[in-house]
């Protein structure tokens, strides 16, 4: 029996690559699902600042937000991303505001290339959910093609449980972020619901966040 051997991909998140058996499946467009603020973009710019650090591409799509907006999020975790601008590393396309520019982009995709999409929410608000379906599967099939790892920030609840339903159907993979409270704390944490190419455990993901970004700290065992 002939054994495909897919190649895992490092996010450079300490704890979350070794959970996850050393990194996530090339090709993969992943959808990060939380409600605002509760860690899913700063996953994403994370693994984004990661990337350029090492002196490879990355592509951060902007929906219904400017640059600046952006730099100031990133800024709050001393994560400096003007060199990288400068140098061709970090990539903004700005005003994508309708799913034809998407089509574009994604038909003008090179080798290896890494997308940040922020965020899926704002194209929803103003495209009908088929018609980002369609462009999700597209994107797929391209990014089978050539590679790197994609990820869309998704806002949960904004939308009703179908649409959500939806979007995670046409991904390749699912990251859930959530929180609980204990005592007078609230811990976050988030799953991997689904994952195209790779067993990921079902557990939950303990993590924080300080001025270094993501922090993985446990996981425990869901019942």
């Given amino acids: 029996m002939w054994k495909i051997l897919v190649k895992l991909l490092k996010t450079g998140i300490a704890g979350f690559d070794e959970f996850v058996g050393g990194g996530l499946p090339e090709g993969n467009t992943i959808l990060l699902l939380g ?3 509760i860690g899913n973009l700063t996953f994403a710019c994370h693994i984004a600042y990661n990337r350029v650090l090492e002196g490879k591409p990355v592509t951060y799509v902007l929906v219904g937000k400017s640059i600046v907006e952006v730099e100031r999020e990133l800024e709050a975790f001393n994560w400096k991303i003007q060199q990288y ?3 061709g590393l970090w990539k903004f396309l700005e005003k994508f505001d309708d799913i034809e520019k998407f089509t574009v982009l994604v038909e003008e995709m090179e ?3 890494w997308l940040i999409f922020d965020s899926l929410s704002d194209i ?5 959910p088929i018609k980002v379906a369609e462009f999700l599967k597209k994107l797929s099939l391209y990014a089978k093609k050539f590679g790197g790892l994609h ?10 449980p ?8 046409f991904v390749d ?4 972020f959530d929180f609980e409270v204990r005592g007078m704390a609230a811990i976050r944490y988030f799953v991997v619901k689904k994952m195209v190419g790779k067993v ?10 300080n001025e270094n970004g993501i922090i993985v700290e446990t996981a425990t065992r869901i019942t």
Avoid: N, Y
């Avoid at 929803?124 to 009908?128: D, H, I, S």
């Avoid at 990820?151 to 009703?160: E, N, T």
């Fill in 111 to 113: 080798e290896g290339s």
């Fill in 173 to 176: 993979g699912v990251i859930v």
């Fill in 151 to 160: 990820f869309f920030v998704l806002d949960k609840g904004m939308f009703k």
């Fill in 200 to 209: 990921i455990p079902q557990d939950l993901i303990v993590f924080s966040m």
């Fill in 124 to 128: 929803l608000l103003v495209e009908k």
């Fill in 35 to 37: 409600e605002a603020g």
């Fill in 162 to 169: 179908r649409v959500e339903a939806l979007i995670q159907h």
């Fill in 85 to 87: 601008v400068d140098k």
